[in-house]
């Protein structure tokens, strides 16, 4: 936060400043170009793309899922591709550009790495990340991501329910709440220490929506292990939420009685809420949340895409909100 005033940005997340643009144009400007030289190279183009969105990457190892049977578990949208998924990133940790994270976090050390349970839970314990990674079946999870700054994904994720390992830890008659802690490590992560946030990045969730089938603990995508830039080697993943609600990186997850505060609200409680559910009726001061560009399909010059609201997972988790005011709980 202190470190964009100090740039002379007035707000946390850096949505509509030019990186996107940039990027978005240099996109518009290839497939332009692919259009003027020939239908055919046209066509090569359309076929390679879409092969990208499928096909295994084969960048890192392999993590397979078996297709989900949760409801609304898989969108039927068109997966992003890969290279966007990857290469246009929020993780604060390496950096604020959307392509800092790629460029920087190599220097992530996702071995050895640990997950402390804590707080309110009969079974306490450090889980091993390749102990973790074993608790649960993994299954493929192909889900929109909305982030708060207008733009969206669809992504194949690798993972199973965080509700599996809430199940074997057992939280406490007093756990109403789950906070989730990513690794703040200066000597590897380069903006930590910077006063962008306040590190630890920090996160939580009621512990209904944790327990939301929905609610992925994820260590993969598209069939590989997560990308370093993507939160390796563990993230939560939360559809009907607003992107930063899915922490990176996790090394804790803490049960507690009372409602954590999170890295995103101590920066500017006005702007973020607790919730942050995707509400395409509650705007942000400085965003509309009524639409969305999807990156790497919606252009500059598209038509924005209307936002639905829980990111269109309503009909799975309506009822955790029954009789809530969702302006005043945004
Ligand atoms: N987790 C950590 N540790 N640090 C971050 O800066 N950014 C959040 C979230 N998780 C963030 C984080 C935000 S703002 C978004 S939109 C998503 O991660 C982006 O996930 P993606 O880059 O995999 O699309």
């Known amino acids: 936060m202190h470190f964009l005033r100090d740039k002379g940005f007035d707000h946390a997340h850096r949505c509509e400043i030019t990186p996107r643009a940039t990027y978005e144009r240099r996109r518009e400007l290839l497939k332009l170009l692919g259009c003027g030289v020939a239908g055919a190279a046209m066509a090569s183009w359309a076929a390679r793309d879409a092969h990208a969105q499928t096909?295994?990457?084969g960048k890192l190892a392999a993590?397979?899922?078996?297709?989900?049977?949760?409801s609304g578990g898989a969108t039927m949208e068109k997966p992003s591709a890969y290279v966007d998924a990857t290469g246009y990133n929020n993780f604060?940790?390496?950096?604020?550009?959307?392509?800092?994270p790629a460029q920087n976090a190599h220097t992530l050390k996702t071995?050895?790495?640990?997950?402390?349970?804590e707080g309110e839970v009969k079974k306490p314990k450090v889980y091993d990340i390749d102990e973790l990674l074993?608790?649960?079946p993994m299954e493929e999870r192909i889900y929109r991501l909305r982030c708060v700054e207008g733009w969206s994904m669809v992504i194949p994720w690798v993972g199973y329910s965080l509700a599996e390992l809430i199940r074997k830890v057992e939280p406490t008659g007093s756990a109403k709440y789950v906070e989730f802690v990513t690794l703040a490590d200066p000597k590897t992560m380069p903006f930590?220490?910077?006063?962008?946030l306040d590190w630890p990045y920090a996160e939580g969730l009621r512990l209904d929506e944790a327990m939301h089938p929905?609610?992925?603990l994820a260590f993969g995508m598209y069939g590989e292990v997560l990308p370093n830039q993507n939160g390796a080697p563990v993230?939560?993943?939360?559809?009907?939420?607003y992107g930063f609600k899915s922490g990176k990186s996790i090394v804790k997850i803490r049960f507690t009685a009372k409602q954590p505060t999170t890295s995103w609200v101590k920066s500017a409680a006005q702007e973020y809420g607790f919730y942050s559910n995707v509400n395409p009726e509650v705007d942000h001061p400085r965003w509309s949340q009524a639409t969305e560009r999807r990156i790497g399909e919606d252009g500059i010059f598209a038509k924005k895409r209307p936002t639905l609201m829980f990111n269109g997972y309503g009909p799975q988790v309506a009822s955790l909100y029954a009789g809530m005011d969702l302006k005043k709980n945004f």
Do not use: C
């Open 55 to 57: 096909a295994r990457p």
């Open 134 to 136: 074993k608790l649960a």
């Open 111 to 117: 071995r050895p790495w640990t997950v402390a349970i």
């Open 235 to 241: 993230r939560a993943v939360v559809p009907w939420k």
């Open 92 to 100: 604060y940790e390496f950096g604020t550009d959307k392509g800092d």
């Open 214 to 216: 929905l609610t992925l």
């Open 192 to 196: 930590v220490g910077s006063g962008v």
């Open 63 to 70: 993590l397979s899922g078996a297709r989900s049977a949760v």
